[in-house]
């Protein structure tokens, strides 16, 4: 309690005014976090997968064609996906439960981000192309649209998007962001997809969401690290940014966890 005193004392006299005058950088730090999560190695035989439907690979297959370029064959089933897949706005607004396996997906047409990233996942591995899911914090639909105080350490994962591996590069995907087909109160509502979240940039990647799940890489809550699929811990977390951020609100941070 005596050290608490003090800091609260610290934080009162030195750092709150300059603190008011200097809003801290939250975009930096989920910036910041999401260059960590992106620089952390992924063996590219982690987005293969060693069996899948056989529907899956016969539609895989019959989106590509006589394809054999793995950038055009992946463009073609995004192409694909955001066209013939549809947003389940009902399970959405939690009035009913939609599907999650990319057969499910496959067969009924919809489903929310969860289906399609799994299920544009499962049709770029059935052509033998590395493809991971990456989940995290987006903000979109039912949040502010900006990085503040409320939402830049909120570890509740709300989204997943997609990585393929081309030519010695993970590239970023979001079908889920380019369907624009809706299933609303049990009908289906076809609209052109747009293609703006096909290999989105670093930047677009920083303003939209924060990553917290990376194919073999997640964030575990309980020891506040990102870890590996080996348990082995890699300390990435608040106290590894907080230079990022105004030394007031660090100070605030720091006497909240005493």
Known sequence: MKLRRILLFLTAVFLLPSAT????????????????MEARVIDPSIGLADQLDARLVAQSDEIVGTETDPLKQVELIYQWVTSNIYYDFDAFTKETDTYHTAVDVLEYRRAECDGFSGL?????????????????YALG???????????YLNHEVNHNWNEVYIDGEWLRMDTTWDVNNAYTAGYFVENAPSQRWFRFSSEELDITRRIDARGNFSYDASTNSIVDTSGEADKASLSSYSALLAPGLFFLLLIHAI
């Open 141 to 151: 639909q039912g949040t502010t649209g900006t990085w503040d105080s409320n939402n």
């Open 21 to 36: 005058c200097a809003a801290p950088d939250y975009a930096s730090f989920v910036s910041a976090w999401n260059s960590d």
């Open 120 to 136: 544009f996942q499962a049709l770029v591995q059935a052509q033998n192309i590395p493809c991971i899911t990456c989940k995290g």
